[in-house]
């Protein structure tokens, strides 16, 4: 029978190797200010994300931060994303809505119903004896009639104050001219914003790499939101953690049970952040808000993976009473190794095929999960286990000096 159980020291150098090169990048966060380290999106920093495309094609990440840093925003970051898009991080930028269109000239100001006909007429129209005669040929309703193009909804119910007795199109030249409706329809400038700041920064990057046709997002987060949601995602780990010790001490009994897959949680907390902290040194890889999600995930599926290898331990315990605990835990660890392993493969196919294919918005979460995944099938087996051997034996170890030194002292 092979011995997984006696070959633990091997395991946890190799979790150390895991977990001590990530741990030295976390801390390297605080002390470099993030230069190095992890690499957090506005989502816990706030901040402006605006991804937009250009119709000329993607420019140079380096030219539009040029174009930032000149408009005074040197600590942006541009990055190219799938389509073409430009992906522009920066400080919060106040966003301005586009303003309403202007409200069409109320009836009343241009020649009311209520108006008398005789008396509503242009300010810079010449004065006509025509048009103060109530009967006159130029007060008949002939002017409403009129097919002219130019005339206003409200002309209906006022006379022409021109000479002309058949109110043709060809209107004096003092009549003063009647503006037509907005037109209220999507238009190319509604890409961009068109006011503040954000609509600077659009003009210049549109001088220098032509118009953009296409807005993908453009969100603003500032700090009190960030700051409330980060402090509610180290209380939603944190009360995960002690859900599940609480949780695990009362079903087996045993507090080193759930201390113990605390421990092998913690192994993959570390081994997920440190990675990113990596890759966000040297990659600019970024967490964002579903980092949290996929971290309760791996938690979840880790303490899933420990409950099943504890549930045979204890059902052994009683089967093979008599024996060494560690040849217990080594029985349980080969009788269920195979299902640990082909649950966590199919989730790892399922996992890596999302990262291959997916989109680029969940391409961070589905890493994330990816290395969780393996890494809690790891710690399941080889971790959680193996140190509640060594507590065991350690114990153990313990009693026995406790037994010769009260001997001795008797």
Do not use: C
Request: hydrophobic share 45%.
């Amino acid at each position: 029978m092979f011995d997984l159980i006696g070959k633990r020291r091997w395991y946890y150098i190799i979790s150390a190797l895991l977990t001590i090169p990530g741990l030295i990048f976390i801390f390297l966060t605080p002390i470099t200010q993030g230069a190095a380290g992890l690499k957090f999106s506005i989502d816990y920093t706030g901040g402006t994300v605006w991804e937009i495309h250009f119709r000329d094609g993607a420019p140079a990440p380096d030219a539009v931060r040029a174009v930032l840093a000149e408009h005074g925003y040197g600590e942006a970051t541009v990055a190219t994303t799938s389509g073409d898009f430009v992906l522009i991080r920066t400080e919060p930028i106040d966003l301005h809505e586009r303003p309403e269109p202007a409200a069409s000239p109320s009836p009343g100001a241009s020649g009311s119903p209520g108006a008398s006909p005789g008396t509503s007429r242009s300010p810079g129209a010449s004065p006509s004896p025509a048009a103060d005669v109530a009967g006159s040929p130029a007060a008949s309703p002939s002017t409403a009639a009129s097919p002219s193009p130019a005339a206003s909804p409200a002309a209906s119910a006022t006379a022409d104050a021109s000479p002309s007795p058949s109110g043709s199109p060809g209107a004096s030249p003092g009549a003063s001219p009647v503006s037509s409706p907005p037109i209220t329809g999507a238009r190319d400038d509604d890409i961009v914003p068109t006011e503040g700041p954000l609509a600077d920064l659009a003009t210049a990057l549109q001088a220098r790499f032509g118009p953009i046709d296409e807005e993908r997002q453009r969100t603003t987060v500032g700090p009190v939101i960030s700051e409330e949601l980060t402090q509610q995602a180290l209380l939603l780990i944190a009360l995960g953690s002690v859900g599940i010790l609480g949780w695990m001490t009362f079903r087996f009994g045993d507090f080193r049970m759930g201390a113990t897959a605390i421990a092998a949680l913690v192994h993959d907390v570390v081994v997920v952040v440190g990675t990113f902290a990596i890759l966000g040194t040297f990659f600019d890889v970024q967490i964002d808000a579903l980092f949290v999600t996929a971290m309760l995930t791996v938690i979840g599926f880790s303490v899933h993976d420990t409950i099943v290898v504890f549930d045979r331990i204890r059902e052994n315990r009683v089967r093979h009473a008599g024996e060494p605990f560690s040849a217990i835990v080594n029985h349980s660890l080969l009788q269920t190794l195979g299902r640990s392993l082909n649950t966590s493969l199919t989730v790892v196919i399922t996992l890596t095929a999302m990262l291959l294919f997916g989109g680029e918005a969940i391409r961070t979460f589905v890493l994330a999960l990816l290395i969780g995944i393996v890494s809690g099938t790891y710690s399941s087996i080889f971790n959680a286990s193996a140190l509640l051997v060594s507590w065991h034996e350690w114990a153990d170890r313990r009693r026995q000096r406790e037994l010769v030194t009260a001997r001795a002292a008797r």
